[in-house]
């Protein structure tokens, strides 16, 4: 596992100054192993999250919300793939959030998010989420056309309202026992490139492959500012967000596990202790199975 120094270098609980200028996707903090060190140290985290969600899913009084955003081709999907590959997946619940419904537009935009909140005991993958409401919609604002909202209420201020609401929204998850991890995968502009390119010449991955993706990665410059601002506006203690170099999806991959392994180390969950009329009844199972075998 990653140490927590390294961790910390890019967790972020107080976004007022955070730039995200300041984060190289292509970082790797100096460790330098081959393909298959990677994969024997990621292993060992799974193994390690694994233990931890029986714990969780036993103990059934926290869930943990992880919160995947990043631009296509950032590697969202294999992070799930790869890194939740021990976790028991009676205690997983993914959720992949695409363009709003006619329903979902009936309602407010925390709305379809609430309804896919994990139950305790799980650990809940938002793979985008109601974070898209401050990042696609601002950059295409003409979405916003779309929501019903009053006109009245289409101010220069929304987004720092939106803010606001999922900072409310998120701290009342945190004080009802569900605890957000937020996770940016930050890709480079010329990683982005490679890896759509990849999607058209590989048939196991055309199908991933979206024209739109191209357009929307023409934008390139606002989504950044989108992300850089929501940063900003969101980062706090009760649910930080990580901003992840993701060019080396190995790398981005060790960083979540890490991640989610020192938050469910910190809450410390623990395997029901049995009282003593349910031990006796377990001695008298163990004798009578002991007899049966006998």
């Known amino acids: 596992m990653l140490p927590a120094e390294i961790l910390k270098l890019f967790r972020i609980t107080e976004g007022r100054k955070f730039r995200l200028a300041g984060i190289d996707p292509s970082d790797t903090c100096g460790i330098d192993i081959d393909k298959n060190e990677a994969k024997a140290l990621l292993a060992k985290g799974a193994k390690r999250l694994g233990e931890l969600q029986d714990r969780l899913y036993a103990e059934h009084q926290w869930a943990i919300l992880v919160v995947l955003q990043g631009l296509d081709a950032a590697g969202k999907d294999s992070v799930i793939k790869h890194v939740m590959s021990e976790v028991n997946p009676q205690g997983c619940d993914v959720t992949s959030f695409k363009a709003p419904s006619p329903l979902e537009l009936d309602h407010d935009f925390l709305w379809r998010a609430s309804l896919a909140l994990p139950g305790r005991g799980h650990i809940g993958i938002f793979n985008r989420s109601y974070y898209e409401e401050v990042l696609v919609v601002r950059v295409h604002p003409e979405f916003l056309n779309r929501q019903g909202l009053p006109p009245k209420l289409i101010t220069k201020t929304i987004w720092q309202e939106r803010y606001e609401d999922i900072n409310a929204f998120e701290l009342h998850l945190a004080r009802n026992g569900i605890a957000p991890l937020k996770f940016f995968l930050h890709v480079s502009r010329e990683a982005q490139r490679k890896r759509l390119l990849e999607r058209l010449d590989d048939p196991a991955k055309q199908w991933k492959f979206n024209a739109a993706d191209v357009g929307e990665s023409k934008l390139w410059d606002q989504y950044m500012d989108a992300y850089q601002e929501l940063v900003r506006g969101t980062a706090t203690e009760a649910a930080p967000w990580y901003v992840v170099p993701a060019d080396h999806k190995w790398f981005s991959r060790l960083v979540v ?24 009844d377990i001695a008298a199972l163990r004798a009578a199975l002991s007899g049966d075998k006998a």
């Open 257 to 280: 596990a890490a991640a989610i392994v020192e938050r469910l180390e910190a809450i410390d969950p623990k395997f029901p202790k049995l009282d003593e009329p349910e031990l006796r």
